[in-house]
């Protein structure tokens, strides 16, 4: 059973930085990509970032520069590392993997974190 399990939300100040990190647990057949999005209080969930098996990261316009992706080789492991953050930043972070199984690729989300950005 696939399980995707984020950690290392927390409030921050304005200008300051967090680290989430997420792993993913019984994908046996790989991963093809790991990926961030958020949900903000009152609106609908966008997405952040993300990174392909070959390594390849991708962001959301407005995120790029502030915020980076990383993961270990088979993407296991990932980090969203978020730096002069935001009080925009606000929300639920969401991390997610499509997994390969035998009836083919599947999405799958962990629980989210919360990040809050006091101003």
């Known amino acids: 059973q696939v399980q995707v399990v984020e950690s290392g939300g927390g409030l921050v100040q304005a200008g300051g930085s967090l680290r989430l990190s997420c792993t993913v647990s019984?994908?046996?057949?790989?991963?093809?990509?790991m990926g961030w999005d958020r949900q903000a209080p009152g609106k609908q969930r966008d997405f952040v970032a993300s990174?392909?098996?070959?390594?390849?990261?991708d962001y959301a316009g407005s995120l790029k520069g502030r915020f980076t992706i990383s993961g270990d080789n088979d993407l296991n492991t990932g980090t969203l590392q978020m730096n002069s953050l935001e009080p925009d930043d606000t929300g639920i972070y969401y991390c997610y993997a499509d997994v390969r199984t035998v009836v083919g690729m599947v999405h799958y989300w962990g629980q989210g974190t919360q990040v809050t950005v006091s101003s």
């Open positions: 019984g994908a046996s057949l790989g991963i093809n990509v």
């Open positions: 990174i392909s098996s070959g390594g390849t990261p």
